[in-house]
């Protein structure tokens, strides 16, 4: 078996470069457009993709701060991208919502995310990409278990 400083040379570290790499891209991109930085347009996918999702698991998902979180959110609401609602199922707790004009931000910086992963992901076969997702998602479940 390999040593954990083995794995982290070879797997962890190039792993961590390609979403820096996709990070700093798609940062650049939008900064162009001057409309979403790569953390609020993450933010708004979190939050179409999981809509009933409370602030810290948004944070935790997109990889900041609980406060960085709460930052986010407000310039987001001054902005007229998102809205705050009392959840109602849980009265403590606010679930947030996209507007249309959020909606219409999402899909412009969409385009641009995917055409980097389209040019990232055409170096695999549709196999390799498979089982690269397979792998991902085992190594996944294995975090997800401890």
Do not use: W
Request: charged share 30%.
């Amino acid at each position: 078996m390999k040593s954990s400083n083995s794995y982290i040379k070879r797997i962890a570290n190039p792993l961590y470069e390609i979403m820096y790499k996709m990070s700093h891209h798609a940062n650049a991109v939008m900064e162009k457009r001057k409309s979403l930085d790569f953390s609020q347009f993450k933010l708004l996918m979190m939050i179409t993709e999981e809509p009933d999702s409370n602030q810290k698991t948004l944070a935790d998902c997109v990889g900041i701060t609980q406060a960085g979180m709460s930052k986010t959110i407000l310039n987001l609401e001054k902005k007229g991208i998102i809205v705050s609602e009392i959840n109602k199922n849980n009265r403590r707790e606010r679930r947030l919502v996209i507007t249309e004009l959020g909606k219409q931000l999402l899909q412009e910086n969409m385009q641009p995310i995917e055409e980097l992963s389209d040019q990232l992901f055409s170096a695999l076969t549709p196999k390799e990409v498979d089982t690269l997702e397979a792998i991902l998602q085992k190594l996944l479940d294995r975090l997800d278990s401890t």
